[in-house]
């Protein structure tokens, strides 16, 4: 061949500058990164703690049902229905309410209600007794998952922050729609950051409707032995010796973790710690709508409870009519004051969340496999160019620099993509030098079985790479196939392992077929009609 | 230099070794799966809490059993960590089982771990270098994504086999490559290593490996095939097994000493992965030539006794 063999040169050398800089950096003001900053290793090689998370979505469709019974039970009162129950009686359906006992009267009524604007996510199904029963569509539940999946990772993201851990990885994980992988490389401790990140758990205002209690039998027993449906049983946080106190809240929330805009710990005209806080506007017109039918001058005065990861924080009677911003006083220390403005800040998880995987690998172990790996490779590789060299000679260094290539672009490749390598990418990586030896392996003893057949230098390697090129790409699409997939399906390590193979394979074909040919047909372009190759 | 110039060694006449061998290999590992240490599943998919602790001095093991039982951990499984290379004695694993991470309370077993160790070990110092908490949910969740991408890129890469030779090619490649995991996991049972996600990307790396040994024998099995159509399958698949043996033991034997550099120096955190490889890499290179080729032999001479065809799966003509 030898033709048009400056271009070809011309071109491996463009690529081999392409990928240099995605090792170093692209050259700005004369400084180039180190390697040590292009390459993002992974956790299990640099150490950090790994946590995946599951956000129990499912409850935030049945808080959202639960406000909606509320609602709906509001605005049949107000369409001058009365008598019907509106409910939720399958826990195992949360996102369906049922409603029952409407009278007959007022049939017309009740479904100019439901079918009203504001009952729109629902499809409602009436049935000839006049019961109907209100689900929520499939498109609105996934939206509201796919919401609480997002708020949760935001909230999570501006807690991370607080810590000052450098590239946190915050981000949807697994084929669900309710995981969250977390990954703080450097950070060894994980029971601080599973305190920090449970601490932003669920936290809602709550009117109280009746209690203290000292025990749930007592509450039972104030209540005539049952609970109010719209009604739960909530525990106190029974911190710094107060006692477990009971209370009986309203089972709907007044305000969420969403509805802040902002919070502040300050402290009131006595000198006393307290959160001074901002609502977002609706939040605001609702807890108006609220305060104000409730405040300690008012027929009804009311209180208000505080609830943190389902336990009682505070209690506090209504003062005055809170509209968009107000005051949160009660007996906390002003370290507790600020966590909890911290918390109410930084917005409250709309959901709860529970851990499945946890995984810590301390600075020291992440460096001693890093330092024993990178010794390994480089001995093995060492070997192998060696080998190559003694085994054919001449050719050999055509091997080694395709090996050395290889590494470049793949290298370059990380860089360039911000990929991360891991172990499981080292295995591929092990692949990828083993298959790229393997391919000038095959091409070389083509070439040595064409010269033995009598043929010329120049016929035997146009030959040899003829016939191996073919097997070449056999195998690497073979393997490009199965990486995919694995890509595809895998999860993290074996992404991870998918993503160093397949690009690795793909600098093999380039290196092992172009650049090895372009070499060889550079040596016989200089060399005289005839005279020996050096394989 | 040359290794192998000309062999002329009769492999498909030594079918019943092979399979002699292979048998008494995959029963060994199958029996080991069933009857003995099972699948050694690592806390990566079976769920429960592993902490690796490095102590000053090397530990006494029952010291720290005892610590163990009297913080009120009685199933913990202490297993000192040991180097291919005999350092690194002075650390411990200490597992506990799945029921101790419940998807509720996470990291309790940490917790008491790590409460039972500071409670007992005041003289000499120690440090956590690692711990994993798997849930159960996560557990299984990691096994089944496993398998599942194990067996679809194993489907893709028989699909691609098909399209480029016959079916059949696909057949015995895919039965190697099973027949090389099987062996390999066998291995793991039988040394009670357990199968961590590492591994799992090693089992991966040798069914690529295995692939590219077979697919060459193959190739080139085509390729004479195509040249000439007089011989027998049986002499056509021995001499291509002869004619591509320099490069399988080149190949082979280099990658082998890449992966046995990694399992003598990589350390211990390495080591269940490089172990996967190196057994990979011997029993991957062995089934191209062992399993894989025979069974295309076989194939024809079933077909043959059927009465179907006397010509040969020739496969496609070899053109890209």
């Given at each position: 061949m030898g033709k048009n063999l400056a271009g070809k040169s011309a071109f491996i050398v463009a690529v081999l500058v392409i990928f240099c800089f995605g090792i170093v950096g692209i050259p700005h003001g004369g400084l180039t990164q180190s390697i040590k900053d292009r390459i993002h290793l992974g956790l299990d090689l640099k150490g950090g703690t790994h946590l995946v998370l599951e956000v129990h979505v499912a409850e935030a469709v049945a808080s959202a049902t639960d406000r909606d019974v509320a609602r709906l039970e509001a605005d049949l009162q107000k369409a001058g229905v009365t008598g019907a129950t509106v409910g939720k009686t399958d826990p195992s359906r949360p996102q369906t309410i049922i409603v029952s006992g409407i009278p007959a009267a007022k049939l017309s009524d009740a479904r100019g209600v439901l079918q009203g604007s504001d009952y729109g996510n629902y499809d409602v199904v009436t049935t000839a007794d006049g019961n109907s029963t209100l689900t929520m569509k499939l498109g609105a539940v996934r939206d509201l998952e796919t919401r609480t999946l997002d708020t949760s990772i935001e909230t999570i993201r501006e807690r991370i922050d607080k810590l000052g851990v450098s590239e946190p990885v915050i981000q949807k994980y697994g084929l669900g729609e309710n995981q969250i992988l977390v990954?703080?490389?450097?950070?060894?401790?994980?029971?601080?950051?599973?305190?920090?990140?449970?601490?932003?758990?669920?936290?809602?205002?709550?009117?109280?409707?009746?209690?203290?209690?000292?025990?749930?039998?007592?509450?039972?027993?104030?209540?005539?032995?049952?609970?109010?449906?719209?009604?739960?049983?909530?525990?106190?946080?029974?911190?710094?010796?107060?006692?477990?106190?009971?209370?009986?809240?309203?089972?709907?929330?007044?305000?969420?973790?969403?509805d802040f805009r902002d919070a502040q710990p300050g402290q009131d005209q006595n000198g006393r710690p307290n959160i001074r806080f901002n609502l977002t506007t609706e939040a605001g017109n609702r807890f108006y709508n609220y305060t104000q039918a409730h405040t300690a001058s008012s027929a009804t005065p009311g209180s208000m409870a505080?609830?943190?990861?389902?336990?009682?924080?505070?209690?506090?009677?209504?003062?005055?009519?809170?509209?968009?911003?107000?005051?949160?006083?009660?007996?906390?220390?002003?370290?507790?004051?600020?966590?909890?403005?911290?918390?109410?800040?930084?917005?409250?998880?709309?959901?709860?969340?529970?851990?499945?995987?946890?995984?810590?690998?301390?600075?020291?172990?992440?460096?001693?496999?890093i330092h024993q790996g990178i010794v390994a490779a480089i001995a093995g590789m060492l070997a192998v160019m060696i080998f190559m060299l003694i085994y054919y000679r001449g050719a050999g260094i055509n091997a080694d620099l395709a090996l050395i290539l290889n590494l470049v672009i793949l290298l370059g490749f990380m860089g360039y993509t911000g990929s991360t390598l891991t172990l499981p990418g080292i295995a591929g990586v092990i692949l990828t030098i083993g298959m790229g030896v393997d391919s000038n392996v095959l091409i070389f003893e083509r070439i040595r079985e064409e010269l033995r057949a009598g043929k010329t230098a120049a016929a035997a390697v146009q030959q040899g790479f003829a016939h191996a090129w073919v097997t070449i790409i056999d195998t690497h699409v073979t393997t490009i196939v199965s990486a995919m997939i694995l890509f595809l399906f895998g999860s993290g390590p074996v992404r991870g392992f998918a993503i160093t193979l397949a690009f690795g394979l793909f600098a093999n074909l380039f290196t092992a077929v172009l650049v090895s040919r372009v070499i060889f047909d550079a040596i016989l372009q200089k060399k005289e009609r005839g005279a020996a190759l050096s394989i | 230099?040359?290794?192998?110039?000309?062999?002329?060694?009769?492999?498909?006449?030594?079918?019943?070794?092979?399979?002699?061998?292979?048998?008494?290999?995959?029963?060994?590992?199958?029996?080991?799966?069933?009857?003995?240490?099972?699948?050694?599943?690592?806390?990566?998919?079976?769920?429960?809490?592993?902490?690796?602790?490095?102590?000053?001095?090397?530990?006494?093991?029952?010291?720290?059993?005892?610590?163990?039982?009297?913080?009120?951990?009685?199933?913990?499984?202490?297993?000192?960590?040991?180097?291919?290379?005999?350092?690194?004695?002075?650390?411990?694993?200490?597992?506990?089982?799945?029921?101790?991470?419940?998807?509720?309370?996470?990291?309790?077993?940490r917790q008491?771990?790590?409460?039972?160790?500071?409670?007992?070990?005041?003289?000499?110092?120690?440090?956590?270098?690692?711990?994993?908490?798997?849930?159960?949910?996560?557990?299984?969740?990691?096994?089944?994504?496993?398998?599942?991408?194990?067996?679809?890129?194993?489907?893709?890469?028989?699909?691609?086999?098909?399209?480029?030779?016959?079916?059949?090619?696909?057949?015995?490649?895919?039965?190697?490559?099973?027949?090389?995991?099987?062996?390999?996991?066998?291995?793991?049972?039988?040394?009670?290593?357990?199968?961590?996600?590492?591994?799992?990307?090693?089992?991966?790396?040798?069914?690529?490996?295995?692939?590219?040994?077979?697919?060459?024998?193959?190739?080139?099995?085509?390729?004479?095939?195509?040249?000439?159509?007089?011989?027998?399958?049986?002499?056509?698949?021995?001499?291509?097994?002869?004619?591509?043996?320099?490069?399988?033991?080149?190949?082979?034997?280099?990658?082998?000493?890449?992966?046995?550099?990694?399992?003598?120096?990589?350390?211990?955190?390495?080591?269940?992965?490089?172990?996967?490889?190196?057994?990979?890499?011997?029993?991957?290179?062995?089934?191209?030539?062992?399993?894989?080729?025979?069974?295309?032999?076989?194939?024809?001479?079933?077909?043959?006794?059927?009465g179907k065809s006397v010509t040969l799966p020739a496969g496609k003509r070899a053109k890209v």
């Open positions: 990954e703080l490389p450097g950070v060894d401790d994980p029971a601080r950051v599973e305190e920090i990140i449970q601490s932003t758990a669920k936290l809602s205002i709550h009117a109280v409707t009746g209690g203290p209690y000292e025990t749930d039998q007592s509450a039972l027993a104030a209540n005539n032995g049952i609970i109010p449906p719209d009604s739960m049983l909530v525990h106190g946080t029974g911190s710094a010796g107060a006692p477990d106190q009971i209370w009986l809240l309203k089972r709907v929330s007044e305000v969420e973790g969403t505080i609830v943190l990861d389902n336990k009682v924080r505070e209690v506090a009677g209504i003062q005055s009519a809170i509209r968009d911003s107000g005051e949160i006083t009660g007996a906390f220390t002003q370290q507790q004051a600020n966590d909890l403005s911290l918390m109410l800040r930084t917005g409250a998880l709309p959901a709860s969340i529970s851990y499945l995987e946890t995984r810590t690998v301390g600075p020291s172990l992440g460096a001693a496999s | 230099m040359e290794l192998f110039r000309t062999t002329n060694i009769d492999w498909l006449g030594k079918k019943w070794f092979f399979l002699g061998f292979s048998l008494i290999f995959s029963v060994l590992g199958v029996l080991s799966i069933l009857f003995w240490h099972h699948i050694p599943l690592g806390v990566d998919f079976k769920g429960g809490t592993q902490v690796r602790v490095a102590f000053d001095k090397a530990p006494n093991e029952d010291h720290i059993r005892q610590a163990m039982d009297r913080a009120g951990v009685h199933d913990a499984r202490i297993q000192r960590v040991s180097d291919p290379s005999g350092h690194a004695a002075n650390k411990v694993i200490i597992a506990l089982p799945e029921s101790t991470a419940t998807d509720q309370s996470h990291d309790a077993g008491s771990v790590e409460s039972a160790l500071n409670a007992n070990y005041h003289d000499s110092r120690f440090t956590v270098e690692q711990v994993e908490i798997v849930g159960p949910t996560a557990g299984k969740q990691l096994q089944k994504q496993a398998w599942l991408a194990t067996l679809y890129s194993l489907i893709g890469m028989l699909i691609y086999l098909w399209f480029r030779f016959e079916l059949i090619y696909g057949v015995a490649a895919v039965v190697a490559v099973f027949h090389d995991t099987l062996i390999t996991v066998g291995a793991f049972s039988l040394t009670n290593q357990e199968i961590t996600l590492t591994v799992i990307a090693a089992i991966l790396t040798l069914i690529g490996y295995s692939m590219n040994d077979t697919i060459v024998v193959f190739d080139r099995i085509r390729e004479n095939l195509a040249l000439s159509r007089r011989e027998s399958l049986h002499d056509v698949v021995n001499r291509s097994i002869n004619q591509t043996l320099s490069r399988t033991v080149i190949s082979s034997g280099l990658t082998f000493l890449t992966v046995l550099s990694l399992y003598l120096f990589g350390g211990e955190v390495l080591h269940g992965f490089s172990f996967a490889l190196v057994v990979g890499i011997l029993i991957g290179t062995y089934s191209s030539i062992a399993v894989a080729a025979p069974m295309l032999v076989a194939y024809q001479d079933w077909r043959v006794s059927k």
